[in-house]
């Protein structure tokens, strides 16, 4: 007696017992699609387990219809990884499974085929018991005659049935083999000679293929980590293994992979949200049979199988889009951690800047902490310049001396990049006579303007609005733009630098597919002097022709109530610095800031970021916050006033809070968004276990109280922002 176990796509947090149909036992694994009665429908499941037990009556249990693969689709590993990560994330297993899976194996639907396997005998096995199936004979002796192996289409054509063709494949007396196209896997592009620190890295890592360890390359931009990757990548080719690179953006993708591909005779696929559902497919099939040796992709690709992983990569490992921000709140750094300790592998992550939380376990000595001091080839590191704008007069948000600065870069052919982390045309619009400003109805948040086309957007629901000619309050004409934004900066560039030309990059600028790609490559060409954009431009992008970058405003960052604030500015301010002065123009910083005697501001030019990290991390120590405690933040949301805090004080005073701090309930730093009121509960401890212990009596107690049925709630495991 069986009884299949299964993960179905649903926000209930259990696994579902279904009775296997007749003959389903023998051929049935973990990790295979199942097809199930579900309601009036039929659903595709995933099988989690198959044993002897079910919490239900078994005469109440439905039997399966058919299995839909004749081997998983999810590996055990992966199915491992998900019970792992449902958790300790302590969201639905099914949701958990499901956003593993490839959109066209979420539904019973005829999958692509690119027939790129075919048939053959299996030499290894002898056949003895096809004495009556005379089907499976003729087939057997079929094949025999085929050396080179025919694809299943074929011996479809010729009668033979997938039935037939599975009984044989059952008893192993033919077998499915991938056709490869024919790649060598070595580098067909000759590697930089690498410099001490890159040669020693390069060593420290490969001496550790095989087993499980953590290392964060800490390299400014142009230090030359990716060619440590490369080489790193070149080893594990070598050993006919796999690789999987991360990045944090689709549009960084293009850029490693032309890099990538020059360098290896290798097949590499991709894995972002962009692609069609059967490109997608097509590529994650090609990582599970070990066809592309290489896999490069965004934060969902932590899911990708592979036959025979080697190495796992994590570019600008503090990238706060490796954490998904909704529904299932996973880390894929974290993730990415575990995986490599299962499967006895290393992780080698980058970044210019790492998250404090790496830092800590370089502390701990968890992690090595690999540095590339210099950069690369004859490049520069930068140099920094405070500029105190106060009592000055500004324009276009700018300083004359920077204005001057600006207008000498440019005219010595080079390129300038500003950065400004507001899109839009102005944060706001106000009244000049009763002080009215233009806030979203729908959340506690100021409306920006935007001027082409013209209207009011709120950022944080979506919501537009026309602007209005008149002061809506007090019916005065005297309206106007609040702040600065990128598209209001660009008018005052234009004017204030005829005939240069700007490119902005922000959100709005490159929301047409394919337009990211198209504003790149005109900086690139270099007809662009001026380069504007938001944090959307210090990512990871390289512009070697730019060599004064300047920071609009230092200060909306290092103010904010969240203790993560100062790091977050730190790295953003390194990393948009960091896209200065590469190849061979020595770059130059100028930072503009009302508080240019700020100690972290200080701190962070005269220490660096790890001399900044190193301060700041001692003061989270004293304070008991992450990374020396650890949080769970409980959400809740209702479009009715107080529901959602009246919610969460029924999940206090629990009995397993014994070294669990609950704070709150307490609104949300925004507290009414899209239409619903928020607020939030959140839990801390400096023990982990207890933690855990703690979050689980909480989502068992929620599934026992009566919700209001506008409660919306999440669990978000180690948050990044409590916003
Ligand atoms: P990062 O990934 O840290 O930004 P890259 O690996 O892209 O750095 O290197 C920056 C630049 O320096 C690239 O143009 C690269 O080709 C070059 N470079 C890297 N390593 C070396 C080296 N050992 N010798 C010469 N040039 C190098
Ligand atoms: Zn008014
Ligand atoms: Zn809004």
């Known amino acids: 007696m069986g009884i299949l176990h299964i993960a179905v796509a649903t926000p209930l947090r259990k696994r579902f017992d279904y009775l ?12 295979m ?14 099988i989690l387990a198959i044993d002897s037990h079910s919490d239900f009556p078994l005469e109440k249990l439905k039997q399966a219809i058919k299995l839909l693969d004749d081997t998983p689709v999810l590996t055990p590993e992966l199915i491992s990884l998900a019970k792992w990560a449902c958790d300790y994330y302590q969201h639905p297993i099914g949701d958990v499974v499901f956003q593993m899976l490839p959109i066209v194996l979420r539904k019973d639907l005829t999958l692509p085929d690119t ?12 056949p003895t018991d096809m004495g009556r199936a005379k089907k499976q004979a003729a087939l057997y002796q079929h094949l025999q005659q085929l050396e080179k192996g025919v694809s299943k289409q074929y011996l479809i054509d010729a009668g033979f049935s997938t039935a037939i063709i599975n009984a044989l494949a059952q008893k192993h007396y033919i077998q499915r083999k991938t056709i490869r196209q024919h790649y060598t896997h070595q580098t067909k592009q000759a590697g930089l000679t690498l410099n001490q620190e890159q040669s020693d890295a390069l060593q420290q890592v490969t001496k ?13 931009t142009g230090s030359g980590k990716t060619e440590v990757y ?12 796999q690789v999987l690179v991360l990045v944090p953006e689709i549009g960084l993708t293009p850029q490693t992979l032309t890099r990538f591909s020059q360098r290896f005779d290798t097949r590499i696929v991709v894995m972002h949200s962009n692609l069609t559902d059967k490109q997608r497919y097509l590529n994650w099939r090609a990582a599970k049979n070990g066809d592309a040796r290489l896999v490069i992709g965004t934060r969902s690709a932590i899911f990708a199988p592979f036959e025979h992983l080697g190495l796992i990569i994590i570019d600008e490992s503090h990238d706060a889009s490796f954490k998904q921000q909704d529904s299932f709140r996973y880390s894929a750094r974290d993730l990415a951690m575990v995986r490599a300790k299962r499967l006895n592998i290393p992780i080698l992550m980058g970044s210019a800047t790492p998250a404090f939380e790496t830092l800590a376990n370089v502390q701990r000595n968890k992690y090595h902490h690999l540095r590339l001091r210099q950069r690369a080839g004859h490049a520069k590191a930068p140099s920094y310049e405070l500029i105190d704008i106060r009592r000055q007069a500004l324009y276009a948000g700018l300083a004359p001396k920077v204005i001057d600065a600006i207008k000498q870069h440019i005219a010595a052919k080079a390129q300038v990049l500003l950065f400004l982390n507001r899109r839009g045309f102005a944060p706001t619009l106000m009244c000049h006579e009763c002080g009215w400003l233009a806030e ?14 013209r209207h009011l957007h709120c950022h944080h629901c979506d919501r537009a609005r026309n602007v209005p000619q008149q002061c809506p309050k007090c019916q005065g004409d005297n309206v106007i733009p609040l702040g600065l934004g ?39 060409s270099g007809q662009q002097q001026l380069l504007l954009g938001t944090q959307m431009i210090a990512k990871g992008h390289h512009f070697p022709k730019v060599t004064l970058v300047v920071v609009i405003n230092a200060d909306s960052g290092f103010f904010s109530a969240d203790f993560r604030s100062g790091e977050r500015m730190a790295q953003l301010l390194i990393q948009v610095a960091g896209r200065a002065g590469r190849a061979e123009h020595p770059g130059h910083v100028m930072i503009q800031t009302r508080n240019p005697e700020h100690p972290s501001l200080q701190l962070l030019l005269s220490g660096g970021y790890l001399g900044f990290a190193k301060e700041e991390l001692q003061l989270r120590q004293s304070a008991a916050l992450p990374p020396f405690a650890f949080q769970a933040l409980l959400r809740a949301d209702s479009h009715k006033p107080d529901v959602a805090e009246h919610f969460l004080r029924q999940l206090k005073n629990l009995d397993s809070e014994d070294k669990v701090h609950v704070l709150g309930p307490i609104p949300a730093p925004m507290s009414k968004r899209a239409g619903r009121h928020r607020a939030q509960l959140l839990l801390q401890s400096t023990n982990r276990k207890k933690l855990h212990d703690h979050l689980l009596q909480v989502v068992k107690k929620i599934d026992g109280i009566k919700k209001e049925y506008s409660i919306r709630w999440s669990v978000d495991v180690d948050p990044i922002d409590t916003y």
């Not at 087993?211 to 800490?218: K, N, R, S, V």
């Not at 900066?489 to 234009?494: G, K, N």
């Open 33 to 46: 699609r199942v097809l199930i009665p579900w309601q009036n429908k039929k659903i595709v499941g995933v």
């Open 230 to 241: 490369l080489q790193c990548i070149a080893k594990v080719l070598q050993q006919q293994q």
């Open 208 to 220: 550790a293929l095989g087993e499980f360890q953590a290392f964060i390359l800490d390299g400014v």
């Open 20 to 31: 296997p149909a007749t003959g389903m036992l023998e051929h049935a694994c973990v990790g």
């Open 115 to 126: 027939q790129d396997y075919r048939w053959f005998i299996n030499p290894d096995v002898t």
């Open 440 to 453: 979203c109805k729908h959340c506690d948040a100021r409306m920006t303007l935007h001027l082409s086309p």
């Open 486 to 524: 990128t598209e209001r900066i660009e008018h005052h560039l234009e004017s204030l630098f005829p005939g240069t030309g700007i490119c902005r990059i922000d959100r709005d600028t490159t929301r047409r597919k394919g337009a990211l790609n198209e504003l790149l490559e005109t900086i690139h």
